[in-house]
């Protein structure tokens, strides 16, 4: 299993500002995910967090608004750039080792844009 | 595109009740499903993982089952309590291959109330 940790557990921010997410998992993972869930439902995938490549972006995703790093096989970042009202949802990291395996999550990151 | 449903959307039981949660999905091409648990405004803790080729998987009170051909699992908890209250959430792990090959497709989830 791997134990993964995400900061901040929680913020409020300005609309127009930008927040970064940390995501440190405790072991190497072959792949990493970032996920959205608004208010009321359930979880959008975001994008794969590549290891030294840019991420791979879903539908209605795009780099300038959420850029992803990976720098390595532990951790990774997602940004939430100029940020309004309808950002403000819990944003969860994800690690596994490969599509038969396991997937484990992080705490999230309530996010509350004012 | 794979679609994931959970059927109920919630649910209301009295302490001790056995329960089935439903979930099906459109696309058999999966590699394995899991049932998650989210407590409110938490992240979501793994309670089982069934590969495809597997047909159940217990754990404790819980048992869940996959009928891949059919694309239904069902969760299924026994002696309900009320620590059990929180929202399940269903997941396949699909994709065509490339960077994005092994992301989860989720269901709605469905939101368990067990009263004492």
């Known amino acids: 299993s791997a134990v993964i940790s995400q900061k901040p557990s929680r913020d409020i921010c300005q609309r127009g500002t930008s927040l970064t997410i940390q995501c440190q998992v405790d072991?190497?993972?072959?792949?990493m995910f970032w996920y959205r869930q608004q208010p009321g439902q359930s979880l959008t995938l975001i994008a794969t967090?590549?290891?030294?490549?840019?991420?791979?972006?879903e539908s209605g995703f795009v780099i300038d608004k959420f850029p992803i790093s990976r720098p390595n096989l532990t951790f990774s970042t997602l940004t939430v750039s100029n940020m309004s009202p309808e950002d403000s949802s819990i944003y969860l990291c994800?690690?596994?080792?490969?599509?038969?395996?396991?997937?484990?999550f992080g705490q999230g990151t309530r996010l509350t844009v004012v | 595109k794979q679609e994931v449903t959970q059927i109920p959307a919630a649910l209301s039981v009295p302490e001790g009740e056995n329960l089935v949660l439903n979930c099906s999905f459109t696309d058999s091409a999966i590699y394995n499903l899991q049932w998650f648990r989210q407590d409110p405004g938490k992240g979501l803790t793994s309670l089982l993982l069934i590969q495809s080729s597997q047909r159940e998987q217990t754990s404790g009170r819980l048992n869940a089952s996959l009928d891949k051909s059919s694309g239904r699992s069902t969760l299924y908890i026994a002696a309900s309590q009320p620590g059990d209250s929180a929202t399940y959430l269903c997941?396949?792990?699909?994709?065509?291959?490339?960077?994005?090959?092994?992301?989860?497709?989720f269901g709605q989830g469905t939101i368990l109330t067990v009263h004492p």
């Open positions: 072991s190497q993972v072959t792949m």
């Open positions: 967090a590549n290891q030294g490549s840019e991420a791979t972006y």
């Open positions: 994800s690690a596994g080792q490969g599509p038969g395996t396991e997937a484990f």
């Open positions: 997941a396949v792990s699909s994709g065509a291959g490339g960077t994005s090959y092994g992301k989860l497709t």
